[in-house]
């Protein structure tokens, strides 16, 4: 019964690839997010989606795309990846009334 | 601009003894929230405390607020080695609509 869940947890690859991470939130919230953790766990927003709409958008370069088909999925498409794109990247979900955001477990991607 | 400050960096205790954290942010806010992450993991929500609030408690948690100062503190009482992670706390400007980090504390609470 996880709340949040993201695949893959670990996803290495070379750079000028393209990725994708995928997340699923089962708590019926309206909101989620992703979220960009850097080697100094400095935690960063990228996007956020309410209701698949997009309302968040934090200068992130364009060869991120995230998309959500419906409001408890929300997946993060990653093209020409660079070394700079190396982090943990965590997706969360919540409810304006709600107590909190529920964050999934990360994904560690590695751009060699 | 970043909006949350932690000090201190880096905290080590022994078991038994208390822990407090402190955070600094800059703007108004609706609710402030902390976080715990344990290493290789996700952020997990431990308390919330919103504007019109000074004080919360929840179990060995301790919560303060000053919104005069834009400051907030965490308290763990009676320290675990489990507790051992970062802490990270985190403004919310309007209810739910992102939070923003402070750059986190590393508890290391020694057996």
């Known amino acids: 019964d996880t709340a949040v869940s993201q695949t893959p947890k670990y996803l290495v690859t070379q750079m000028g690839n393209d990725k994708s991470i995928k997340c699923e939130q089962n708590?019926?919230?309206?909101?989620m997010y992703w979220y960009k953790q850097d080697s100094k766990k400095f935690l960063k927003i990228m996007f956020s989606y309410n209701n698949k709409e997009l309302i968040i958008n934090e200068t992130v370069p364009n060869r991120f795309s995230p998309k959500s088909p419906d409001k408890a999925h929300l997946n993060l498409h990653i093209n020409s990846l660079e070394l700079g794109d190396s982090a943990v990247y965590f997706c969360?979900?919540?409810?304006?009334?709600?107590?909190?955001?529920?964050f999934g477990p990360g994904t560690r991607l590695t751009v060699l | 601009s970043q909006q949350g400050e932690e000090d201190p960096q880096a905290l080590s205790i022994q078991e038994g003894e208390n822990a407090t954290m402190n955070c600094s942010y800059k703007?108004?806010?609706?609710?402030l929230q902390w976080y715990r992450q344990n290493s290789g993991r996700g952020l997990v929500h431990l308390i919330l405390i919103r504007s019109n609030e000074r004080e919360k408690h929840s179990g060995r948690l301790r919560v303060t607020l000053d919104t005069s100062k834009k400051s907030s503190s965490l308290l763990i009482t009676a320290s675990r080695a489990a507790d051992t992670a970062s802490y990270f706390c985190?403004?919310?400007?309007?209810?739910?609509?992102?939070?923003?980090f402070g750059e986190g504390t590393q508890l290391t609470v020694n057996p």
């Open positions: 708590l019926g919230h309206d909101t």
């Open positions: 985190a403004t919310d400007v309007a209810s739910g609509s992102r939070l923003t």
């Open positions: 703007t108004s806010i609706n609710n």
């Open positions: 969360a979900s919540s409810q304006p009334t709600s107590r909190g955001f529920f």
